[in-house]
Nanobody, 123 residues
């Protein structure tokens, strides 16, 4: 298994940027595809971005394409989400998740989750 811990959330103004990090424990990090999901109060958890085991493939929700970038550093057991041009509707708790295998965008296909980090975007 793998344990995940998110960091980097905070309060930013509309149009600003944040970089989220998700640090993983375990020695088999490279076997996991990884994703970022977010959940706003009263709403379902939604897919944001995902990255393949090697980092060679990425996938983004339409709502964040062109603004967010997911990346990973397998040597550091860390996945990142660079968020630019943030909007108030990006406000949510952001979670990283892992699955042992190929990339999927469905949260239900992920077995391991971090505790989440709050991102708040104001005008």
């Amino acid at each position: 298994q793998v344990q995940l811990v998110e960091s980097g959330g905070g309060l930013v103004q509309s149009g600003g940027s944040l970089r989220l990090s998700c640090a993983a424990s375990g020695r088999t990090f490279s076997r996991y595809s990884l994703g970022w999901f977010r959940q706003a109060p009263g709403k379902d958890r939604q897919f944001v971005a995902a990255i393949s085991r090697s980092g060679g493939s990425t996938y983004y929700a339409d709502s964040v394409k062109g603004r967010f970038t997911i990346s990973r550093d397998n040597a550091k057991n860390t996945v990142y989400l660079q968020m630019n041009s943030l909007k108030p509707e990006d406000t949510a708790v952001y979670y990283c998740a892992a699955r042992e295998g190929v990339l999927y965008t469905d949260a239900s296909w992920h077995d391991y989750w971090g505790q989440g980090t709050q991102v708040t975007v104001s005008s």
